[in-house]
C-alpha cells in the first residue's frame, strides 16, 4: 500500500468518526432537550402568554421569541402559512426570551398593543421594519413605537400602560420560564411538547404536520 493511499484512507477514516461523534452529540443533545421539555413542561404554557388561533386547537407550538431577533423575523412569515395551513387545528403561544438590547422594551410594546387589541398587526409592523429600530448595540424605540403607531395603536396609551408592573411580571416569569427549559437562543420551538431539535421552516411544519394527524386519528 503506497503513501497517498494511506494518507487517503486516514482521511476517511478520520472523517468517519468525526461523523459519527457528531452525530452521537446530536442526539445526546436531543435527547437531553425532550427530557428537559418533559420534567418541565408546565414551564411551557402559561395562562397570561399570547395566544394566535383558536384556543382549542390540539397542536400547540410554543415559541420563545425576542422581538428584536432576525431569526424570529425570518421565521414569521412561515410561521404565519404554517398556521394558516392547519387553521384549526394548531396555536400559537408566544413566550418571550427577552435576549437582545431593549428587547424587553419592545415586549412591552406588544403587550400594549395586546390591551388594545392590536398585537397581531403591531407585532407584524415591528418585525418588518425591525432593522430599522432593532440596533443591537443602540436600539432606536421611538421608531418601534411609530410603526406600531402606523399599525393601529393609540401611542399615548400605550405609553401609559408601559409602565404596568403586570408587564414586567410576565418578562420576568417567561424570562424564569426560559432559563429552566434552557433556552439559549431565539426562536425555540417546541410542539405539543416536543422540542424542535432540528432548525428550520420545514422541519417546524413537519413537526406540526405528524401532530396535526396524530389528532386527527
Known amino acids: 500500500m503506497n503513501r497517498r493511499v494511506i494518507v487517503v484512507l486516514t482521511g476517511v477514516f478520520a472523517l468517519a468518526i468525526f461523523s459519527g461523534a457528531t452525530l452521537f ?6 435527547k437531553r432537550a425532550q427530557a428537559i421539555a418533559a420534567s418541565r413542561a408546565e414551564a411551557l404554557v402559561r395562562d ?7 384556543a382549542s386547537a390540539p397542536v400547540t407550538i410554543v415559541e420563545f421569541f425576542d422581538p428584536s431577533c432576525e431569526a424570529c423575523r425570518a421565521f414569521y412569515p412561515p410561521l404565519k402559512q404554517i398556521l394558516a395551513l392547519f387553521p384549526n387545528d394548531a396555536r400559537l403561544v408566544i ?4 435576549f437582545h438590547e431593549g428587547s424587553d422594551d419592545a415586549v412591552k410594546i406588544l403587550e400594549a398593543a395586546r390591551l388594545q387589541g392590536k398585537f397581531e398587526p403591531v407585532l407584524a409592523a415591528l418585525l418588518e421594519f425591525q ?9 432606536d424605540l421611538e421608531k418601534a413605537w411609530a410603526r406600531a403607531k402606523d399599525a393601529g395603536l393609540d401611542i399615548e396609551m400605550g405609553k401609559r400602560d408601559v409602565a404596568r408592573p403586570e408587564f414586567q411580571m410576565t418578562l ?3 424570562g424564569a420560564d426560559a432559563k ?3 433556552v439559549s ?3 425555540t420551538f417546541f410542539v405539543n411538547g416536543q422540542p424542535l431539535t432540528e432548525f428550520g421552516p420545514r422541519p417546524l411544519y413537519e413537526l406540526v404536520k ?3 394527524e396524530k389528532a386527527r386519528k
Open 25 to 30: 452529540h446530536r442526539n445526546e443533545q436531543t
Open 210 to 212: 405528524r401532530e396535526v
Open 131 to 139: 432593522p430599522e429600530w432593532a440596533d443591537h448595540d443602540k436600539p
Open 172 to 174: 420576568d416569569k417567561d
Open 185 to 187: 437562543r431565539t426562536p
Open 48 to 54: 397570561h402568554s399570547p395566544v394566535i388561533g383558536p
Open 180 to 182: 429552566a427549559l434552557e
Open 95 to 98: 413566550r418571550y426570551a427577552a
